[in-house]
């Protein structure tokens, strides 16, 4: 974790990694319009008219993304029965959130703030929120039925392992029939690492953002999603190729 608040274009705050040399938002796009543009609203619209969500959020940082949802949910008044799950390793991060300066849509949910940093756990009659302190990689294989997958760890150049295709076969055995994944990453090699788990890939153009990648296990017929071909793609260019756990590029976490 990295010392001193960095103050993002949409007035919100963020911090930057001293181990993964990475913010952990974009400062440019702000951190809680990243959350929402890139994951929260494609996700939820996409899921319009679900009762009750299964929610994977790789990893949860400073939670922004799992926040940005209960706040959105709130905000529209949307009858959603929620359970998140999210790993996160880093034990003195997570003891901090209950001091971080989050923004004012957060006010609502100091108790579930303190009860994340504390306990690494929060529940009520329409929320569950569990933290896993630990190693990604292990959690994941112990989920199912997950129907989105918020796939916002830093970036594969430090980050390898969250971003193989043998992860991508863990995060798809989670997965229900209608799941979609949501990434900020359009990286070709990313891509194919998903698709080469028999997921159907889109880019996806949010509102007040860059744009993003979407993986489905089913065929999307929406105006707003692109299909990309990866067949095809990979046919036009013979040197792009997945990442794989043996290529591991990533930093390890006691450096």
């Known amino acids: 974790m990295g010392d001193g608040l960095i103050k993002t274009n949409d007035g919100s705050y963020t911090l930057y990694s001293d181990q993964f040399n990475q913010h952990y938002h974009s400062v440019k796009e702000g951190a809680i319009n990243e959350a929402l543009q890139k994951h929260i609203i494609p996700a939820l ?18 939670g922004y993304n799992t926040l940005a949802t209960l706040y959105y949910i709130k905000k529209n008044n949307l009858n959603i029965k929620l359970n998140i799950y999210s790993p996160e390793f880093d034990t003195e991060l997570l003891k901090s959130l209950q001091n971080f300066n989050y923004p004012i849509e957060f006010n609502n949910f100091t108790e579930i703030i303190n009860s994340l940093s504390n306990h690494y756990y929060y529940k009520d009659n329409k929320i569950k929120i569990e933290i896993f302190n630990g190693d990604a990689r292990e959690y994941i294989k112990k989920l199912d039925n997950i129907d989105i997958v918020f796939q916002d760890p830093f970036s594969s150049d430090v980050n390898h392992l969250l971003w193989t295709k043998e992860y991508f076969e863990d995060i798809k055995k989670s997965m229900s029939e209608d ?32 744009r993003i990648t979407i993986a489905s296990n089913r065929y999307i ?9 990866m067949k095809l793609k990979k046919t036009r260019n013979k040197e792009a190729k997945a990442l794989y756990d043996k290529d591991n590029r990533c930093l390890k976490m006691n450096q």
Do not use: M, V
């Open 179 to 210: 799941a979609i994944i949501t990434t900020y990453s359009i990286a070709t090699p990313i891509r194919l690492s998903i698709w080469e788990n028999d997921l159907n890939i889109y880019e996806y153009k949010p509102e007040k953002s860059n």
């Open 221 to 229: 017929d929406q105006n707003n999603y692109k299909y990309i071909d």
């Open 45 to 62: 619209s996409y899921h319009k008219g679900k009762k009750e969500l299964n929610i994977l959020d790789i990893c949860f940082g400073l």
